[in-house]
């Protein structure tokens, strides 16, 4: 899809005067127009965070005890021997 070819929908926001002043500053310094710099910045976060977001980072103990868990033979408790129980003798196991 062009350029051209896709829709243009329109951001608003409200900042502080000397917010604005540093935004357009940095922009001049890169060459860019603001718009064309704030859309790359907030972009740029919104990736961060939706990164921050999808991955699940363990220390090295804590990955340790996951793949322990993970592996472990898994504990009946009261419960599950009473559902195992219910369930052989409806089924006449």
Known sequence: MAVSDR???????????????????????QGRTVSDFVVAAALEEAGKVIEQQRVIKLTVSESIALAELMTAEPVANKKNVEAIRRYKKVMGR
Not at 20 to 26: D, P, S, T, V, W
């Open 7 to 29: 829709k243009v929908e329109r951001l608003e926001t409200r900042l502080p005067a000397e917010a604005k002043q540093q935004i357009e500053l940095a922009a001049a310094m």
